[in-house]
């Protein structure tokens, strides 16, 4: 096991909702990313929390919005869900911002109806 | 074009076969590289990191090539249990650890 862990595992949400997704960073590690992975494509880039400052973000609109809190744990917000927002979320810790050797939490399947 | 190419498989091979999975990258700029390996619903794990000269692990065998932005994979003596999916994976940044992945390769080991 990574040490890295995620909740809820599973969540389904109605369209418009919001929601938020939470991430513990393993023992040692100040540095989370977050991941969007849709059906049978690679992860994709959210954002990453060094920190407590948001260090870096991929191409996704400002209704994904995260947090990370001084025990380098993390809550990854998004607003006005859409059906497209269904997917694993996963959130990967690293020892320092730099550092690409990540270690991933088990991820949150969300669902959007 | 996608910055990290992979074919998407499946790759269906017999137990004990070798098999090579290949991946290119469109920035010159790359700096790090890996393989990851991801079960069925479950996250990604990293496999192994990968290195210009080339580096081995057991049964398995990654390459790197700077010049051509390609990377492999080689998995000798095919076990049941490496039916998996695996991604290709860089990372680009200077400043952060984002990890760009392919779409992944998926391998079945048929017995």
């Known amino acids: 096991e990574t040490g890295v862990t995620q909740s809820p595992t599973h969540l389904i949400k109605t369209r418009g909702q919001q929601v938020t997704l939470r991430c513990s960073s393993q023992s040692g590690h100040n540095t989370v990313s977050w991941y969007q992975q849709a059906l049978g494509q690679g992860p994709q880039f959210i954002f990453q929390y060094y920190r407590e400052e948001e260090n870096g973000r991929g191409n996704f609109p400002p209704r994904f919005s995260g947090l990370q809190f001084p025990n380098y744990s993390s809550e990854l917000n998004v607003n006005a869900l859409e059906l497209d927002d269904s997917a694993l979320y996963l959130c990967?810790?690293?020892?320092?911002?730099?550092?690409?050797?990540?270690?991933f939490g088990q991820g949150t399947r969300l669902t959007v109806v | 074009r996608k910055e990290v190419e992979q074919d998407p498989g499946p790759f269906n091979v017999p137990e004990g076969a070798t098999v090579a999975f290949n991946c290119t990258y469109s920035n010159s700029a790359s700096q790090s590289f890996f393989w990851y390996r991801q079960d069925c619903r479950k996250e990604p794990k990293l496999l192994m990191s990968v290195y210009s000269s080339g580096n081995e692990d057991g049964r398995f065998t990654a390459q790197l090539n700077r010049a051509s932005q390609y990377i492999s994979l080689l998995i000798r003596d095919s076990k049941l249990s490496d039916s998996a999916t695996y991604l290709c994976v860089v990372s680009t940044s200077s400043n952060t650890g984002k990890l760009i992945f392919g779409q992944g390769t998926t391998l079945q080991v048929k017995p």
């Open positions: 990967a810790s690293t020892p320092g911002r730099v550092n690409t050797e990540a270690f």
